[in-house]
T-cell receptor
């Protein structure tokens, strides 16, 4: 089946640092999505990527759809306390309703 | 404008029992999907409902069933509960049109504990 590897599993950083996380898949997909999940809440969509090589920003967040269409990365610049949470990548193909999620990257900010 | 509403928020059931979880989609949304999220894992797709029919199903046994009502709200039913069914159950909704419409809105989930 389709496998999605997300790394790192967890990150401990200081406020103000930049963060980078990535996902790789065993198959090619049309769409990469990045979500953030806070404790006790459902995932919230941060960025959607639809074309190989596409680079998209949302405030301090930047994500790219890899050229091979098998990977994606998410960068967060100048981290702030509200960035704490679990970040998930997910992929899906056009016409398919199933989102396949990675295992998540837990971001913790050290005081 | 209310987002996706799920009830109840927490539930404790005994092995072998049956459970029904409920979801009201975001206003204007007509498509509902259900996901199971085990502790420390990403959400796993259970199934999706559109126009009151199950349109797509993930790798879950028949013990998991659902329903969508004319007002687009949905129920997830799980029969013969197992300890392994303990998880956060998430409902997500979106509008059913548009190829690139993956703007799913997720609810806060129902935390099910099977003892």
């Amino acid at each position: 089946g389709q496998q999605l590897n997300q790394s790192p599993q967890s990150m401990f950083i200081q406020e103000g640092e930049d963060v980078s996380m990535n996902c790789t898949s065993s198959s090619i997909f049309n769409t990469w999505l990045w979500y953030k999940q806070d404790p006790g809440e459902g995932p919230v969509l941060l960025i959607a990527l639809y074309k190989a090589g596409e680079l998209t920003s949302n405030g301090r967040l930047t994500a790219q759809f890899g050229i091979t269409r098998k990977d994606s990365f998410l960068n967060i610049s100048a981290s702030i306390p509200s960035d704490v949470g679990i970040y998930f990548c997910a992929f899906v193909n056009f016409g398919n309703e199933k989102l396949t999620f990675g295992t998540g990257t837990r971001l913790t900010i050290i005081p | 404008d209310a987002g996706v509403t799920q009830s109840p928020t927490h539930l404790i059931k005994t092995r072998g029992q049956q459970v029904t979880l409920r979801c009201s989609p975001k206003s204007g949304h007509d498509t509902v999907s259900w996901y199971q999220q085990a502790l420390g894992q990403g959400p796993q797709f259970i199934f999706q409902y559109y126009e009151e029919e199950e349109r797509q199903r993930g790798n879950f046994p028949d013990r998991f069933s659902g329903h969508q009502f004319p007002n687009y709200s949905s129920e997830l039913n799980v029969n013969a509960l197992l300890l392994g069914d303990s998880a956060l159950y998430l409902c997500a909704s979106r509008t059913g049109t548009g190829m690139r419409n993956y703007g799913y809105t997720f609810g806060s989930g129902t935390r099910l504990t099977v003892v």
